[in-house]
């Protein structure tokens, strides 16, 4: 507009309007009295992936600032988390080739270097929350987190027992929580009760309700070295189209004892979190997945975003959709950036 257009206008540009939403956006101090959602550092869960092995830490090449850890380093990476405000660490093997077979055998052998790390975890950091994943693909050859026959499809009662041996062995070992990540039918309820007549029901259960056959998953596969070898998970994991489906499966998973219900991927399925936050009253997750955490350090990488902004923005979206607990791998910088 030329400068004395503007001029003009200027003259009569008191609208009469009282309804102004921007009184409540004109300071740092007025908008943070209008802020309806606040990240704090005790929502997030943060994930860690563990290594054979002593005095040994690698980077993850696709999740820049994301470790592979030796127990002992572990334990040292878990007292900074939680003296950033940190309540809950997810526990991941690496598990080496030579050790994995077609039935995941090393997923239940007493010992192993989870059940090792949640024992050395809880004797020096007895205040964290540890949670660990069942699933078996760390275990298996074929990458599939079950059993699978000729055709190479996962058979799922086989695979619960199996599941419900790994979440016993884990409870012995002291895990707080375990976090079945496979999409069997009925593992909630047959870990709830394998637990219960061993003498664990104060185990919880925090079951990855809806999971989705994401693409978002390849990081981490490269990060613990579970790629799969056949197929894909889409006669288990959830196919992205559906909700509805979501939220049976949670409803179900809710009903066998579950006590806390997670939504994975978590930025491309807000809906998702939002319907099962009207749906359900038990505490909601969200897993922010290697994908999406690896999406947006590419981006910084290149100079195209601000990986802090960004991260910051997401992880909020993900609490204002609905979910209350957020895994996400960059807790401990997230944490800190919340504190500044
Ligand atoms: C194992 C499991 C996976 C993730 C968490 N638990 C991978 C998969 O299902 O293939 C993915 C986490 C991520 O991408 O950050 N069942």
Request: glycine share 6%.
């Amino acid at each position: 507009m030329e400068q004395h257009l503007v001029e003009q206008e200027r003259e009569n540009a008191h609208l009469s309007i009282s309804r102004r939403l921007r009184r409540n956006r004109k300071s740092p101090a007025v908008r943070s009295l209008a802020r309806e959602t606040r990240l704090h550092p005790s929502d997030f869960v943060a994930p860690i992936f563990l290594l054979e092995g002593e005095g040994n830490k690698e980077e993850v090449p696709s999740m820049p600032g994301v470790f592979r850890y030796t127990v002992d380093q572990a334990i040292e990476e878990v007292k900074e988390l939680y003296d950033a405000g940190i309540r809950a660490v997810d526990l991941f093997p690496v598990v080496p080739p030579e050790r994995k077979d077609s039935f995941g055998s090393e997923a239940i052998r007493p010992g192993n270097l989870v059940l090792t790390a949640i024992e050395k975890i809880k004797q020096k950091i007895p205040e964290i929350c540890v949670m660990v994943d069942v699933a078996l693909d760390p275990y298996t050859d074929h990458g599939h987190d079950g059993l699978i026959n000729p055709e190479g499809i996962v058979i799922n009662d086989l695979t619960v027992r199996l599941l419900a041996k790994m979440s016993l062995l884990a409870a012995q070992a002291g895990a707080d929580v375990v976090a079945p990540s496979d999409m069997m039918d009925g593992r909630v309820a047959y870990i709830r009760q394998s637990l219960d007549e061993k003498g664990y029901e104060d185990t919880s259960i925090l079951s990855y309700g809806a999971k989705y056959a994401s693409s978002l998953y390849g990081p981490f596969r490269d990060g613990i070295g579970s790629s799969l070898k056949i197929g894909d998970k889409k006669t288990y994991q959830m196919d992205p189209a559906n909700v509805r489906e979501a939220l049976l499966e949670c409803n179900m998973d809710e009903w066998e004892g579950a006590d806390m219900l997670m939504v994975k991927p978590a930025l491309a399925y807000l809906d998702v979190i939002t319907k099962l936050r009207e749906q359900s009253d038990l505490p909601i997750a969200a897993y922010q997945v290697s994908g999406e955490y690896a999406m947006i350090m590419a981006a910084a990488e290149k100079g195209w975003l601000d990986a802090d902004k960004v991260l910051m923005e997401t992880l909020l979206s993900i609490k204002r959709a609905g979910a209350s607990i957020i895994f996400t791998y960059a807790a401990k910088h997230a944490a800190a950036l919340i504190s500044r």
